[in-house]
């Protein structure tokens, strides 16, 4: 195992790969929690759709599914606050519209449908140094986070307390949406579109099993997602898998353990 760390193309993807899940797993308790799994998967869609404009456009695709994955988050929220339509039906409305777009542009971007099926299952190989950039700024981003996690977990715990008290709490909204949205499209190389929400639920939702408080199941649910990527891309090295398949594997496994230890919590 230790050959791999001895391969450029390794160490770039073992170093994003750790980047992505740090950022995962701090907001993935509060993708658990606030009941938001869908809108990880609507948004991992409009990833693929802003990967899939950037191939016809013969682009970056990451440059094009950035700002129109944002874009897609932020609608998701300004139909959710300002009608009464619900969370689930604002996400499946722009879900829908995401694929429909993604199949287009993928039809008419002739010629790169093996460049997709990188962005749809994630590679080892695809990560380069522009990447690893750009997940370090998305790191230091993350930075401004952690002042707001209290009044992100009172508003996640108690929306309507939260709103009592007079915290600001549709802009903390906005917030974690938006950053979710940036964090899928920068995860998307290591894991793939299509798994990449993934990484949102999984560690959180084991954590969520174990864990008393939403502290402990933060906590929890970084070491998850850290352990778990580690586990991952080590296996798709030696086994020649994709690399998000692998990490999902390995998420599957703890969340596993995670659920034994809550049937049998005294090792019965």
Do not use: C, N
Not at 50 to 72: C, D, K, N
Not at 202 to 219: K, N, Q, V
């Amino acid at each position: 195992m230790l050959e791999a760390l001895a391969y450029p193309f390794f160490q770039r993807a073992l170093l994003a790969g750790l980047l992505v899940s740090l950022l995962a797993g701090l907001l993935s308790p509060f993708v658990v929690q606030r009941r938001l799994s869908f809108l990880g998967d609507g948004l991992a869609h409009a990833a693929f759709a802003g990967v899939a404009l950037g191939l016809f456009l013969r682009g970056e695709p990451l440059w094009f599914a950035l700002p129109f994955t944002f874009g897609v988050a932020m609608a998701i929220t300004f139909v959710r606050e300002r009608t009464e339509l619900s969370e689930d039906t604002a996400i499946g409305v722009f879900f829908a519209l995401s694929v429909a777009l993604g199949a287009v542009f993928l039809a008419k971007a002739k010629g790169y449908v093996g460049d997709a099926m990188g962005y749809l299952f994630g590679s080892l190989l695809a990560v380069g140094r522009e990447d690893l950039w750009a997940l370090g700024l998305l790191g230091l981003l993350g930075l401004f986070l952690l002042p707001l996690w209290g009044a992100l977990a009172y508003a996640t715990l108690d929306r309507e307390l939260a709103l009592a008290d007079r915290l600001p709490v549709v802009f903390h909204d906005y917030l974690l949406s938006g950053f979710i949205a940036v964090s899928l499209v920068l995860a998307v190389k290591v894991v793939g579109a299509l798994l990449v929400a993934a990484f949102l639920v999984i560690p959180g939702a084991a954590a969520r099993l174990l864990a008393s408080t939403f502290a402990r199941m933060t906590l929890l649910s970084l070491l998850f997602a850290v352990l778990s990527t580690l586990l991952g891309l080590f296996l798709s090295f030696l086994l020649d898998w994709p690399s998000g398949a692998s990490v999902v594997l390995a998420q599957a496994a703890l969340f596993a353990l995670a659920f034994t230890k809550a049937l049998f919590p005294h090792g019965k």
